[in-house]
């Protein structure tokens, strides 16, 4: 998919990352509320981490210009 | 459970009743906070944004249709698993999964796996190398132009017609978990595909199925990992399950093992027997579906090369086995974790008791993942669940619409209508086909809408022409001596057996225990040995035939049988990167998966 331009792979980094960061931060404001859901388990924490992660790495790995 | 029906909602797993049951069933479960609805925005504009930026690479028919046959073996395979993991399939097995246990998960496995690898390892060299832009080209090449049109418009009209069955349904669908107006839903989801598909062609849709399938992926997978840790994995959770059959609060009966209660139509609540499984599932309807429905092959016919048609498939079928993972097992751990305001375990009912008790507060089976979903996902990840959920509607709705434009931009506007236009003719008229394939859609969805029984006709529909196609493709494919003739009446005879089954059933259903070889026999048995008598008298009534007529010279055939054609080599490569090491693997899971649940 690389002679097409910006790679698939990219869209979908830019996606994540910005998923993971709105989900990781409203996850890490949920920390100061006084009541968490019960089968919470701070997911939004590191669910959004995992995102935000996946998100950076194939956003980068496949940068425009970026020969991967 | 796409029974005999290939496409959208049967092909996507969901139940004809399934489907009509979701249609109509009662009041919003969940409510969207502004992150949520930030979230579902963000897809809307990075699908669009898709579309708009590939509009450039859709100029030449080869892009638009083809995607340039440019993808590689990843991008092949994922869009064409992403194609059929529709939303619908989703909820609908998720509930069958609550109802019936893990005999669900028989359409994830030998429902599609053995046919997925089959596709990539014997079947993609004759697809690829006769370099056919559809499966109705290719029985063009075999058997003549008169199969290939009748495959064509039958399959036009049903992509069509099951595209909008399905947008009414997901509407439907979001009226149930959101409150959202079937309006607003119907006209903001199809104009969003109808945009990025007519801009940007098969690679669009494409790619928004390959982003579509990781959002599935990232908004779904979070709830059956948060139902194990609660329930302390799968051995806690066969443990909670086990007391509460003993105590009652569960209805009795093996929901973790696949075949033990398959010696008898009536040792199930599925009412199947392990020869309809086997045979029926697992080949008429599955081999039907995988190999010859132009929704799923035109994914793999767009790879770069025949190693990465034949290893997109492969590709595909580790991620179907992983499917039940966020579709079947969220429905079981319902079973266990789904309580009332009061804590006390919550049971969910079929539609008609839900009907029957208006104001009851009961819930369907099919609510069962969006129950979940409420249960585990807060704000933001419930706003991704939602989108993970709109995603798969939507890669099913492009699949259909894309395959829609291609079959009847080359298989019909071409060889009947305008033989010899320039090439930016034809990708003139795919962009409006496939802005008029939605508006046809659209109108599908508001005549169900008036019509709800249209729903489970129309998939019955489907069964009467995917089968006969696999018993005369797969002749036309491994056997010189078919002819033209053959082929014809195969399809055809094929397929009104087909009709005629279904018909005797529906008009006496006694008639059954001679279609389904079992009185006890239910609705997916009875489509499971009738897509096998279809495609048995496909077969029959073509060899017949063809031992009756002239055959095609050798030198005709050449690319399009085997024994003809000379399959290209291709350069050697390490072992990690060589298709048929991946599908050694592959067979080695599928067979652990069935003897592990056992």
């Known amino acids: 998919m690389h002679s097409s331009g910006i790679s698939i792979w990219f869209f979908i980094g830019v996606m994540l990352t910005i998923y993971g960061a709105m989900i990781l931060g409203y996850g890490l404001y949920e920390l100061t509320l006084p009541q968490m859901a019960i089968a919470n388990f701070h997911a939004s924490i590191w669910w959004g981490a995992v995102l935000l992660a996946a998100g950076l790495f194939y956003g980068v790995r496949f940068r425009p210009g970026h020969e991967s | ?598």
């Open chain 2, 1 to 598: 459970m796409f029974g005999l029906v290939p496409t959208s909602l049967f092909a996507s797993g969901l139940h004809p009743a399934s489907a009509a049951a979701i249609a109509f069933s009662a009041p919003s479960l969940a409510h969207l906070g502004p992150l949520d609805i930030a979230v579902i925005a963000i897809y809307f504009a990075m699908v669009i944004w898709i579309g708009f930026y590939l509009k450039g690479q859709a100029n030449t028919s080869e892009e638009f249709f083809m995607a340039g046959r440019e993808m590689t073996a990843w991008i092949a395979g994922l869009s064409f698993v992403s194609a059929n993991l529709g939303s619908l399939e989703l909820m609908g097995w998720a509930g069958s999964s609550y109802q019936y246990g893990i005999l669900a998960a028989h359409w994830y496995w030998i429902g599609a796996i053995p046919a997925m690898l089959f596709l990539g390892m014997v079947m993609m060299p004759f697809y690829y190398v006769c370099k056919t832009h559809s499966v109705p080209g290719y029985l063009k090449l075999r058997y003549g132009q008169g199969s290939s049109t009748v495959a064509a418009v039958s399959f036009a009209f049903m992509t069509v017609l099951m595209s909008g069955v399905n947008m009414f349904a997901m509407a439907e669908v979001m009226k149930i978990v959101l409150g959202w107006d079937l309006n607003f839903s119907i006209i903001v989801s199809s104009l969003a595909v109808a945009a990025y598909v007519a801009l940007g062609g098969l690679r669009s849709a494409i790619f928004n199925e390959v982003l579509q399938f990781v959002l599935i992926w990232g908004g779904a997978l979070l709830v059956p990992i948060l139902g194990l840790v609660e329930t302390g994995g799968w051995s806690g959770f066969k443990a909670r399950l086990a007391q509460n059959i003993a105590t009652g609060a569960v209805p009795g009966g093996d929901y973790t093992h696949m075949w033990r209660s398959m010696g008898h139509f009536a040792d199930n609540p599925m009412g199947i027997h392990w020869t309809g499984i086997v045979f029926g599932l697992g080949f008429a309807i599955s081999f039907g579906y995988w190999t010859t429905d132009f929704l799923v092959v035109q994914r793999v016919l767009a790879a770069n090369s025949l190693r990465s048609a034949r290893l997109a498939p492969v590709i595909g079928s580790f991620f179907k086995m992983a499917v039940p993972f966020i579709v079947i097992l969220p429905g079981l751990l319902g079973l266990v974790v789904l309580t009332n305001g009061d804590g006390s375990l919550m049971h969910l009912v079929g539609e008609n008791v839900v009907a029957a008790n208006p104001g009851a507060g009961l819930h369907s089976y099919n609510e069962v993942l969006p129950l979940m979903m409420v249960r585990y996902l807060g704000p933001g990840l419930l706003g991704l669940g939602i989108t993970a959920l709109i995603a798969g509607f939507m890669s099913g709705m492009a699949g259909n619409v894309s395959a829609f434009t291609a079959i009847f931009t080359y298989d019909i506007y071409q060889p009947h209508i305008v033989k010899h236009a320039k090439d930016e003719h034809y990708v003139l008229v795919g962009r409006i086909v496939t802005i008029v394939g939605v508006i046809i859609s659209i109108g599908a969805a508001y005549m169900v809408m008036h019509a709800a029984t249209i729903m489970a006709y129309v998939q019955a529909l489907f069964s009467f022409f995917i089968s006969p196609l696999l018993g005369v493709v797969l002749l036309g494919m491994f056997w010189k001596r078919a002819t033209k003739a053959g082929g014809f009446w195969g399809l055809l005879l094929g397929t009104s057996v087909s009709i005629a089954l279904w018909a005797w059933v529906y008009f006496d259903p006694s008639a059954l225990k001679y279609v389904a070889f079992s009185a006890d026999a239910k609705d997916m048995a009875e489509n499971m040995y009738r897509a096998l008598w279809s495609v048995t008298t496909a077969v029959v009534v073509n060899v017949v035939v063809s031992l009756f007529t002239k055959p095609r010279p050798l030198s005709e055939l050449v690319g399009v049988v085997y024994g003809a054609t000379s399959i290209p080599t291709e350069e050697p490569v390490p072992i990690y990167k060589n298709e048929w090491f991946w599908t050694g693997i592959a067979i080695v899971i599928f067979l652990a998966l069935n003897i592990y649940f056992w």
